[in-house]
């Protein structure tokens, strides 16, 4: 067998070209693609066969949920503290399961500390399995900086 070396740039134009052809076919979000990717060992073909096969496994299996409804009202309980914040000091995942930012920049700066389980963060609640997107790990790591 011969075995060639990417170089860092290469790895990464092919890891856009696959991002790249999974958006165009499956019509999802750049990073749902990447997510999705990574779980199948960056096989575009394998990800739209397994997609078209069982769209809902595939969605479960990296916590890809359908955005929750905003909760009502002014204020929302932190899942992790219990205690009573505004909706405006409160983070969370698509689930809408709400969390001071307290208490989510401890679990993001954890995961972020982790290393690479942060690309598949999900939601802090043990029975949720809806995704972090890296907009909400982003965000928290510039208020925590």
């Not at 069982?54 to 205690?83: L, N, W, Y």
Request: glycine share 6%.
């Amino acid at each position: 067998n011969k075995y060639v070396v990417l170089t860092k740039s290469d790895i990464l134009r092919r890891q856009k070209e696959a991002i790249e052809n999974v958006t165009s076919i499956l019509g999802i979000a750049d990073e749902d693609a990447a997510r999705i990717l990574r779980r199948f060992k960056w096989d575009a073909n394998r990800v739209n066969e397994e997609w078209f096969s069982d769209m809902e496994a595939v969605r479960a299996a990296v916590g890809m949920v359908d955005e929750a409804p905003e909760p009502s009202g002014p204020t929302d309980k932190c899942m992790i503290c219990f205690e009573d914040y505004p909706r405006s000091a409160m983070r969370s995942a698509a689930c809408k399961h709400g969390f001071c930012v307290d208490c989510w920049g401890g679990y993001i700066s954890n995961a972020v500390n982790s290393g690479p389980t942060v690309l598949d963060l999900r939601c802090p609640l043990p029975d949720c399995k809806a995704e972090v997107r890296s907009g909400g790990i982003g965000r928290q790591q510039h208020i925590w900086s």
